[in-house]
């Protein structure tokens, strides 16, 4: 199980966003926390994040 870094909410596992901060992984958090904190980030889904094997701070 998932929970939301933000609210503590469980988060389906296809749709986990991470939260992307400068460049860096921040968190992981829900749908709802990033309409209502984050809508404005950049978001990467954990599924690009496995695909793409990305390392922190090389974002495209």
């Known amino acids: 199980m998932v929970l939301c870094d933000v609210c503590g909410n469980p988060i389906d596992v296809p749709m986990i966003m991470l939260l992307v901060l400068d460049g860096y992984l921040w968190s992981i958090i ?3 926390c990033r309409r209502k904190y ?3 980030k950049q978001l ?3 599924s690009e994040y496995e695909e793409k094997m990305v390392r922190i ?3 495209p």
């Open 30 to 32: 829900c749908e709802e």
């Open 38 to 40: 984050h809508h404005d």
């Open 44 to 46: 990467l889904l954990w």
């Open 57 to 59: 701070g090389e974002l």
